[in-house]
Each structure stands twice: as C-alpha cells, then as structure tokens.
C-alpha cells in the first residue's frame, strides 16, 4: 500500500473545473495520509506525455463534467493500458447520458420521475410555444428542468408557473444541447454513494436538507447552505430500500468501483432514483465523504483500497 505512485486527475475543462480540482485536491492529501506518493494532473494536452514518461501505477479520475464522466478519459487510459479507479468508458457514457441512463433504470423496474427529453432544435423547428404548452400537459407543475447531460445541477431548477419555463428552458440549454424535464416529486432528497472492493456495498444514507428548498449548485458547494444527515432520518426499512435501489442502479448500469445514486424518497416510502453520478465529489461539502465518515471510514483508505483493485485488473 504504501510508496507507491498514482495520479490524480482533476480540474479539466468542464463548467465543474474549480469543483474538480478541490476534489482532487482533497483525495491528494487523503492518499498521502496513508503513504501514498501522489502527483495531481490535470486533464490537458501534457497529459499523454506524463502518462507515458511518468507512467503512475493507477490513475484516480477526480474529474466532474464531460471528459470526467462521458468516457473520454477512460477511453484515454483504456487506450494506453493505465489502471484507473472508476468506470470503463461504455459505461461511463451509458450513464453520462441521463435520459439513457433513466429508461434502462425504469425498464428494470426502478422508480423513476416521468419524463421527457427535448433537444435545443425541437423548440426552434416546431415552435417553443407549443412544444412547451405540451410538455406541462403531460408532466405537470411544478416541473424539474435539468440539462439531458452534466453535473453538479448545473442548469438546475424547479419550475413552478408556466409562465417561467422559457426562461428556465434558455439557462438549462446554456449548459447541453437537449432538456431533460421531470415531474416535480415531493419528498426527502437523498444521496447512496456505492464502493466495490470488490463486491458493491452502499455507504450509509445522507438526508439533503437545502435551506433554500432546491439542491442546486450554490446549495452543493456553499458551506453551511445545506445540512446532511447520515444516516437519513427515514424508516429502516425506507434506508434499506434506498441502499437496495442504488445496488441495482450501479450493476444495472455497469458500474465500478464508486459511485452514487441521487433519490427522492416520497411519503409513502417510495424511493425514485434521479440520476447516477460516476465520478461523485470530494469536497468538504460533497456527499460521498460525509456517508465514508458515517461509516467510520478513512477517505484515503477507502481509496486506497481501490486503487487496489484498479492494479490487480491492470
């Protein structure tokens, strides 16, 4: 375990680029805590010659955004034969796509908020009027609007009168090239974070509470804006429940490694997954930590652990 050599990526290009790199940092000092030599890259055009001259023994992706979690990176190290934490790049992208991502999830029977996806051209071609007009027909209000792809709720928000859907419709295309609208679900928001060494286990439950009612990125990344519990303040049974369907969202998927399920947990104790993240975060207010803390684990050591793995595969 100790003295050996990994790399860390984080920063990027990605809208998340700042997010990634306190996350990267984070995991640096994590692993060297348990006699681990790191080096922190980032993903930029020296990276292929570090790989090759520089050659670590595994690679940790603390990447978030698109090359982080749409496979390229992985495709890169796949390419290159470097062991790495984290999912292959098939999966990655599978994931990634989040409408994708949702049909395979409800086709297993997971539950899941309806909805529907509409690409930028859609509402250029027929007419934003309408398309829209048809979209609260179906779904209702209060509506969920996100980008179809991306991270850390970039384009995020709850949609509440008809009134206020172009506009929030024009910020979520600013971040994707298509919508992803969900119907509104009232209820508990919780995060499952998985970790396999080798065999996929959930860390406990963390109950979001956001102060200002919406888990958006000032309430992610702004300390003291949101409170965690962990575990959940829910039934044992409704924790269980939540535990069983991120399991089944990591293996459904194809999943390695880490990862962590997003959920609303409604009144009737019904869990509905909302999406599944590859490459959760590692900041002082990220949700993957704090269930590893719950758990009385050491962040490095669970790493560690993985990056275990990620070597044998190798």
């Known amino acids: 375990m100790g003295d050996r050599t990994v790399a860390v990526l984080a920063g990027g290009l990605s809208a998340e680029r700042e997010i990634s790199l306190r996350s990267g940092r984070r995991l640096a000092t994590e692993l060297r805590d348990v006699g681990t030599v790191v080096h922190q890259w980032d993903a930029d055009a020296t990276l292929l010659e570090r790989l090759r001259t520089e050659r670590p023994e595994a690679v940790v992706i603390a990447l978030h955004g698109d090359e982080g979690e749409n496979g390229s990176v992985q495709a890169v190290l796949e390419m290159l034969e470097v062991p790495f934490v984290g999912t292959d790049s098939r999966a990655c992208r599978r994931a990634w796509d989040k409408p994708t991502a949702k049909a395979e999830l409800a086709r297993a029977g997971l539950a899941t908020p309806d909805w529907v996806v509409l690409p930028h051209a859609t509402f250029r071609e027929l007419g934003a009027r309408a398309v829209l007009a048809a979209m609260v027909a179906r779904l209702g209000l209060p509506l969920m609007v996100k980008p179809d792809q991306g991270g850390s709720a970039l384009g995020t928000q709850v949609v509440r009168a008809a009134e206020d859907l172009p506009a929030a419709m024009v910020d979520c295309l600013a971040y994707g090239n298509a919508v992803l609208a969900e119907r509104f679900l009232v209820g508990t928001e919780v995060a499952i974070s998985v970790c396999a060494d080798p065999e996929p286990r959930a860390l406990p439950v963390v109950e979001i509470c956001a102060k200002g009612g919406v888990y958006d990125y000032t309430a992610r990344y702004t300390p003291g804006a949101t409170t965690f519990h962990c575990p959940a303040r829910l039934p044992e049974p409704v924790q269980r ?20 399920t997003d959920a609303i947990v409604t009144e009737d104790g019904t869990v509905h997954v909302l999406e599944v993240n590859v490459s959760p975060g590692l900041t002082e207010t990220s949700l993957l930590p704090i269930a590893a803390a719950a758990a009385g684990e050491h962040l490095g050591q669970l790493f560690s652990g993985l990056i275990d793995e990620a070597i044998r595969r190798g």
């Open 241 to 260: 429940a939540a535990e069983q369907a991120a399991l089944d969202a990591h293996r459904l998927l194809g999943l390695r490694d880490l990862s962590r």
